[in-house]
């Protein structure tokens, strides 16, 4: 008999009728006439309750239905009379896929500690939580896409493996099919990396951004939504070395219109999440953060503040003054850290934050410079309880203002030639952002640690699975 999904199966209401479902046991217990099976099988956080008649079955069969076990159930739809479902499945006939021994399974009881389900993160899809947390990254990553190409936009593949470093920051994994073991050195001491797979030195990418430029000013609008890494030694609950970025740039627009995008996108994605995904948050609600789907609905609701940094550095300078105490200080050309991000955000505004005209110093080279010669049109949107989910900026178009810049900080403009050609040739004024993904997760779900929002995290010292 074909099978019927349980988030389908528990909104039928043709009673009588015959059904299939199958999925992994959540739990069974009964009296000495009637077992009750809870069944899950990852379509929705809710369960189907088999009704399994000790007449019909016999116990070795049912002593293989324990909590893990998969198994397959025929039977009849009726209306529940039992409290917590509408509806459940009188069972003719089950068919046992797979038991899981109730010594050695290791999710056997309830309410394990997240610390404990990282470590068998190839077993805790199987958990209520975490199906909820992946229901949620796949809907959010759909509500990406179909935001992007609502408006327009392209989707655009940025290479994985570069040659380039992004952001300047030199905390990029190296890719090479070298021996390490017998490495091949040039008379200056120096790795020859003409002998390396691409003939050069290359590496993961960091970010996407460069070649989006690249397709932005020819595509007029684009977005790139793919894996980043980031060999950065944080062992911070935001940071992982593996993250996913969408990365929107647009042609033809100045800030007031990227941090308008800013918003709107961010604000679709979490209407989205309420609007789609209601079950899965009301459990994570009731689970872990009581105040979860208030503080999503207050964002969709609230107009985001948009702050110069040099406001934000008074307003701190301000709350210094008066006696808050920061571990790092506070001063006008200072890179924020996340405490001063979050007592913007949390403590003075309590609502999100847009901190646009950085110093440049702080800031990439590509970063459109102000008038002032000081400042540079970066935007970074700051979230309660995240502080920084997006980056962004208007992009420098004069060819003059790069070149300058890109000398000052002594990089070298000989790997950087193709990008510079965006500004050589019919360049244009464009803008875009990079929204981290489990940033935006970590904000949906309420999980307070960004281990528990990717399948598996990637993060110092920890590549399993
Ligand atoms: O601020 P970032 O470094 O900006 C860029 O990479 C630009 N090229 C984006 C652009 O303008 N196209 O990173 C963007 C976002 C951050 O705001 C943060 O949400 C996320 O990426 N992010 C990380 N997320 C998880 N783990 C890390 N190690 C992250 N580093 C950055
Ligand atoms: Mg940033």
Known sequence: MQRTVIVDALQRTDYGQKINVRGWVRSRRGNKNVNFIALNDGSTIKNMQIVADLEKFDDELLRQITT???????????????????????????????????????LQKKGHSLEYLREIAHLRPRT???????????????????????????????????ASDCEGAGQMFQVTTMNLYDLKKNDEGKIDYSRDFFGRQTSLTVSGQLEGELAATALGKIYTFGPTFRAENSNTPRHLAEFWMIEPEIAFIQLDELMDLEEDFIKYCIRWALEKCIDDLQFLNDMFDKSLIDRLRSVVDTDFVRLPYTEGIRILEQAVAQGRKFEFPVYWGADLASEHERFLVEEHFKRPVIMTDYPKEIKAFYMKLNADGKTVQGTDVLFPQIGEIIGGSVREESLKKLLDEMAARQM??????????????GSAPHAGFGLGFERLMLFVTGMQNIRDVIPFPRTPGNAEF
């Open 412 to 425: 070298s403009t000989r790997d950087m030639e193709w990008y510079i050609d965006t500004r050589r040739f």
């Open 68 to 106: 893990g076990s998969c198994i397959s159930a025929t039977g009849t739809l009726v209306e529940s009379m039992g409290k917590g479902q509408t509806v459940e499945i009188q069972a003719d006939e089950i068919e046992v896929y797979g038991t899981a021994d109730p010594e050695s399974y290791p």
């Open 128 to 162: 209520n939580t975490f199906g909820a947390v992946l229901r949620l990254r796949h809907n959010m990553a759909m509500a990406i896409h179909t935001y992007f190409h609502e408006h327009g936009y392209f989707y655009f593949h940025a290479p994985l493996i570069t």
